[in-house]
């Protein structure tokens, strides 16, 4: 079946409802699933959709309104603290980007939620940097720590990736990956990784045009930091990826759950969200009986 503009406007706050998460209507246009004309978006309704001035959500859903005003004001401390660490982390000359993801990301992130942070390193220092990384946010206290209850504010080493493995696999390329690498906030690059990764992960382009094109134009706003002393300590360290590499696997060996480890990635997710957001995103679309195939996958 052919889908109608109003089922891809629906589809787009569906998913966003799933995180309690109301969107403006300039949010509904920038996150659209489906490139769709911007004129009449503060004006169009939309069959299942409700309006209060100008944020949308699913009908009899109002009360998201109120829990992403909260969760819009307790983010404020997370950014601050993800600023300062960012600012250490510039120290380690292998890392080319740091960048917030998660809830955070979108100032959606409840009191007690951890900050996930997310780093490109240069090309053969994937390991070194992990470890150089874990060991600065440990001294600065900030780390969460495995097994931790109280993580409120912690910083969570969420995923490692190498400038040569920027592009996210073929079979993790869907809107749930989409939504991950447009909503990921970078908070300093060197030598124009983040431009670098969107290029890399052009494939979003299919599922969020808009956001994509948006993004995509502002990779010069964010600094460049790069000095003489830095390309020559990278050549140093990486005469310690081997060891670094071997050691902290033979750290995690007792430990390990569900990360993922390979060539150029290294992802630390407790739990696998996209299995539970593609089943809670389907329930939202049967109400229209919208595919899930035709918004969630490759079109």
């Known amino acids: 079946m052919a889908l109608m503009i109003s089922d891809y406007l629906y589809a787009t706050v569906a998913y966003a409802d799933i995180f309690d998460y109301p969107l403006s209507t300039d949010d509904l246009y920038y996150w659209c699933i489906q490139r769709v004309p911007r004129k009449n978006f503060r004006t169009s309704t939309v069959p299942g959709v409700d309006r209060s001035g100008y944020q949308l959500f699913l009908k009899g859903r109002q009360s998201v309104l109120h829990t992403y005003e909260e969760r819009h004001g307790g983010s404020k401390r997370k950014w601050e603290t993800a600023r300062l660490v960012a600012r250490w982390l510039q120290l380690i000359p292998t890392i080319f980007l740091v960048g917030v993801t998660g809830g955070v990301a979108v100032n959606n992130a409840e009191r007690h939620d951890d900050i996930d942070l997310f780093f490109i390193t240069a090309r053969g220092t994937l390991w070194i940097s992990r470890l150089l990384v874990t060991i600065a946010v440990d001294l600065l206290g900030m780390r969460r720590k495995p097994g931790a209850t109280n993580v409120a504010n912690k910083i969570c ?3 490692f990736m190498s400038e040569e493995a920027m592009c996210l696999s073929k079979g993790e390329q869907d809107l749930f990956s989409a939504h991950e690498v447009l909503q990921m906030e970078p908070l300093w690059s060197r030598k124009n990784t983040y431009w670098r990764f969107l290029q890399a992960n052009i494939w979003v382009k299919k599922y969020l045009p808009v956001a994509w094109n948006i993004k995509q134009t502002g990779h010069n706003q964010h600094p460049k930091i ?7 300590s990278r050549k140093v360290l990486r005469l310690f990826e081997t060891p670094a590499k071997y050691f902290q696997l033979w750290y995690m060996a007792r430990r390990r759950t569900r990360e993922i480890i390979r ?11 996209r299995a539970w957001i593609r089943h809670a995103f389907e ?8 595919p899930i195939d035709k918004i969630f996958y490759t079109r």
């Not at 790069?226 to 020559?232: E, G, K, L, V, Y």
Request: aromatic fraction near 14%; charged fraction near 30%.
């Open 263 to 273: 060539d150029g990635v290294l992802r630390f997710h407790p739990h696998d969200a």
């Open 283 to 290: 329930v939202r679309l049967a109400k229209r009986k919208i």
């Open 226 to 232: 790069s000095h003489w002393w830095t390309r020559w």
């Open 157 to 159: 080493l969420n995923m």
